[in-house]
């Protein structure tokens, strides 16, 4: 006997196997399919029931997790768009996973696809958990660590097109990450490790480098970089580290280790303004065993080298300029009067020191010179760059003296120095510094006296008069509108090419721009 | 202030003062005042005592008198139209565009001497004017020539980016005494840049200062904010000022 058509009310439903051999009752006459209800149910009801679980008194409406695609079931109003799984992964609480499992266990019974296996197979633990790693989900028992079966294929019966797996919606995890970017940490490590195994670091110096490293990999200013940028930024933050240690390391011993200086200031540049975090700066005096960390020079030297350090200091020759140059001047000089004499070139090749500006090396061996003449017992004509060192032990132990000696007038210059108005003719003309300072010292100019200001203060620069502009009346500066009448036309037409001049550089400057 | 710091000879590194993070970088340092104006300043930093956060209170006829000038501002202003940068490069006799490089045209003119970058959509950058009103002069100057070569071009939401002032003390500066005890606010690397970078709190300006007395500010929104930031730190300056 056919069964009534809830639709149309005709008794012309029927069961009929459909593809797959499963069995469905149509209505023949509207061709409606009936529902699952049992008709019995469903003829003592006008309406057809929902089954609702019992633990659950909300509507609820079925939607995919926006990380792993499985079903969810959601109450109406909320606004959480991932499963359970996916939100204790975003949260990292590790100590709700059995919270979670029970309540998942429940909520899987009625929407998402029933796994096959559910307990472990070593241990018997029903306490299963997806374990992401890369694009790779897989089934992990959190007791034992037992790697489940791929759970990936749920529903084989099909065809190939209607192979359903655990994700339905077939996406990839949210947490699935490029490798690339893993790599990138992996190159920040290795690089802090070498530059720590280099310089022989103290281990907490490696180990607030990597969390320093590890805190700003995260941040989108880094995230994203390139992997040599990376491996910078990574070098950067172990030199930070060193200097909130207060160790005197300077940016010129990272150079060595890094293969683009550049790219490693920028890095350096990039932590502290993502940290918003500043490293002290160091004095000169705490770098000199640094730099000179491979002359073996005895204790004696390095308190030399520091004392004509002072004295240059006094001098105003270290404000602003290269801290390793001046040191390796005063270890020059701090030889040379405790050894012997050699050249500067040569005591760079015998200790292996950079190269050094030249106008800091003549400063620095003027001032010397300037000095050494004002040594009362001293005949000045014989002083010769060649000979000066043999009186430096003297200027040291004189210095305020033979300052005072040398630069009698400088007190009175230096707190009166005008520097737009140059004093003599002598300080605007452009001969080499040395013929200068030659021709200043046959005459005795202000300028050869001023040697105890910074050299930024000796020349006086000329400021560039410009004509003032003067604003017209009829410009209003505030309108949104600009008029024609505001400026001269004669003027704006000057900013543009006549159609001749156009027609002539059209093809140049399309050229360029291609 | 040469007595603030050893000798280099005992191999000792010079101290630095103690100084509180939020506290103005003058309250860190007391300079050597007059005594006339003794009364006029704070006394010595009292620990216990209120503090103003973030500036001295510096009484304007203590001023330094020096009156820092401006240098150069950036401002921008929205044409409010969509414009065909290659019809703009092809027809105007300053212009510049390398589109492989940047996507801005580059014009310039004469008075006032400024650079204005120009995009697509509209918006414009100038840079290079000496005050707000020459700034301004000069970005109606551009939207007028932006209109010349056949585009609607309007004046709006007109803003001062940025503002830089420089001015000179007059006496040379011991940067490595300010770095140590204004570390918090200081970077002085100079194997970077010969200049010491201040970082004042209250304004929010950089301040580079040289050690011929030079300094630049920048930074600023308004012209009051880098007269504020120079007026601020010109007594931690004379404090370091070669004696």
Request: glycine fraction near 4%; include cysteine.
């Amino acid at each position: 006997m056919p069964e009534k058509c809830l639709s149309c009310g005709e008794c012309a439903v029927i069961e009929e196997e459909v593809d797959g051999g499963r069995v469905q009752r149509i209505c023949v006459e509207c061709g409606t399919v009936a529902s699952g209800v049992r008709p019995e149910i469903a003829l003592h009801s006008n309406t057809v029931k929902i089954e609702c679980v019992p633990f659950l008194n909300v509507k609820k409406e079925e939607q995919a997790c926006e990380s792993c695609g499985d079903f969810l079931q959601l109450s109406f109003h909320s606004g959480v768009n991932l499963c359970a799984e996916c939100q204790e992964l975003e949260s990292g609480v590790a100590d709700d996973v059995e919270r979670l499992a029970s309540t998942q266990s429940d909520k899987q019974q009625v929407s998402q696809p029933s796994s096959s296996l559910k307990t472990c197979n070593s241990c018997h633990s029903s306490n299963l958990g997806m374990d992401v790693c890369g694009a790779d989900e897989r089934l992990v028992c959190r007791d034992c660590g037992t790697v489940a079966e791929n759970e990936a294929l749920t529903n084989d019966d099909f065809e190939v097109t209607s192979r359903t797996y655990r994700n339905s919606f077939m996406t990839l995890p949210k947490h699935s990450r490029p490798t690339t970017i893993l790599k990138g940490r992996a190159a920040g490590h290795d690089k802090i490790t070498f530059i720590y195994n280099k310089l022989c670091f103290p281990e907490i110096i490696r180990d607030e480098a990597l969390e320093m490293f590890n805190t700003v990999f995260e941040k989108p200013g880094v995230y994203f970089t390139h992997i040599t940028t990376k491996e910078h930024i990574a070098a950067a933050c172990v030199f930070i580290v060193c200097r909130q240690h207060d160790m005197p390391v300077s940016l010129q011993h990272f150079r060595k280790y890094v293969e683009k200086y550049k790219i490693f200031l920028k890095g350096r540049k990039i932590v502290m303004k993502t940290l918003n975090i500043n490293h002290p700066s160091i004095t000169m005096c705490s770098q000199v065993e640094l730099v000179l960390a491979n002359c073996a020079f005895n204790r004696a030297i390095i308190s030399k080298v520091k004392d004509i350090l002072f004295l240059c200091r006094k001098a105003w020759l270290t404000q602003g300029r290269s801290r390793q140059g001046l040191i390796i001047i005063a270890a020059y000089y701090a030889f040379i009067s405790s050894m012997s004499f050699v050249s500067m070139t040569k005591f760079r090749q015998m200790f292996k020191f950079p190269n050094i500006s030249m106008l800091l090396q003549s400063e620095c061996s003027s001032l010397f010179l300037k000095l050494a003449r004002s040594i009362p017992w001293v005949v000045a004509k014989h002083i010769k760059p060649t000979t000066v060192y043999k009186y430096v032990d003297d200027i040291l132990q004189y210095q305020n003296s033979l300052l005072q000696l040398a630069f009698r007038s400088d007190g009175e210059v230096s707190s009166n120095v005008d520097l737009t108005i140059p004093e003599t003719e002598n300080e605007l003309d452009t001969t080499p510094k040395r013929k200068k300072r030659c021709k200043n010292a046959r005459h005795g100019t202000a300028v050869n006296k001023d040697v105890l200001l910074p050299s930024a203060l000796k020349k006086p620069r000329q400021e560039v008069f410009r004509p003032e502009t003067k604003i017209s009346p009829m410009v209003n500066l505030d309108s949104p509108v600009v008029l024609a009448s505001e400026f001269d036309e004669a003027e704006m037409a000057s900013y543009l090419l006549s159609p001749e001049e156009e027609a002539l550089l059209r093809t140049p400057k399309l050229t360029f721009m291609q | 202030m040469d007595n603030q710091f050893s000798s280099f000879g005992s191999a000792l590194t010079p101290q630095p003062q103690l100084q509180t993070p939020l506290l103005s970088p003058a309250m860190a340092f007391n300079p050597v005042l007059p005594p006339s104006a003794a009364s006029l300043y704070p006394a010595t930093p009292n620990p216990g005592g209120p503090m103003t956060p973030y500036s001295p209170a510096t009484p304007a006829s203590e001023g330094s008198g020096i009156r820092p000038q401006l240098q150069n501002i950036v401002c921008t202003v929205n044409l409010s139209c969509k414009l065909d940068l290659k019809t703009i490069a092809l027809r105007a006799r300053n212009a510049e565009y390398n589109p492989k490089r940047f996507a801005a045209v580059i014009m310039r003119i004469r008075d006032p001497r400024t650079t204005a970058l120009i995009f697509s959509s509209g918006k414009m950058v100038c840079t290079g004017a000496k005050s707000e009103d020459l700034a301004k002069l000069a970005a109606r100057k551009y939207a007028r020539i932006v209109q010349k070569l056949g585009f609607p071009a309007k004046f709006l939401d007109f803003k001062i980016q940025n503002m830089v002032g420089s001015c000179d003390v007059k006496f040379p500066i011991r940067l490595e005494g300010l770095v140590l005890t204004h570390g918090q606010f200081s970077s002085y690397e100079p194997e970077l840049f010969p200049g010491l970078i201040y970082r004042m709190v209250k304004p929010r300006i950089v301040l580079l200062i040289f050690v011929s007395g030079k300094v630049v500010l920048t930074g600023a929104k308004v012209r009051a904010e880098i007269y504020e930031a120079f007026e601020n730190i010109y007594p931690i300056l004379k404090g370091f000022r070669k004696q």
